[in-house]
């Protein structure tokens, strides 16, 4: 891990970012006309925006199980990716994105 704060502020504002992409989108999957074909997808972000909020605190600490945590990160971040992608919706595509950039940022801090 790096130990300098100012070496992950890219990778925790692209979690935070995440995090409300995911939020966003979940909400707004509520309101979507065929709510039970969105239920795999509020699911994906609620599990996604949860990762990405432990990822974030364990960055910030430095803690030694950091790296463990964003591997799942990672998985969760693709999996919630490639669900809101298959979705038309505005706010899917922008989650999607978001999800895209997180998980790009937690593949480039583990080199």
Do not use: W
Request: glycine letters at 0%; aromatic letters at 4%; one cysteine or more.
């Amino acid at each position: 891990m790096k130990n300098a704060p100012a070496d992950y502020r890219s990778l925790l504002d692209a979690l935070a970012s995440c995090v409300a992409a995911c939020e966003y989108c979940a909400d707004a999957c509520l309101s979507e006309d065929n709510i039970q074909m969105m239920v795999p997808c509020i699911r994906l972000d609620r599990d996604c925006a949860d990762i990405c909020r432990i990822t974030a605190a364990f960055i910030a600490r430095n803690s030694p199980h950091a790296p463990h945590i964003m591997k799942e990160c990672i998985e969760l971040c693709q999996k919630c990716h490639d669900e809101c992608a298959q979705h038309q919706h505005a706010h899917c595509q922008q989650c999607a994105q978001a999800c895209k950039e997180c998980l790009e940022a937690c593949k480039a801090y583990g080199k």
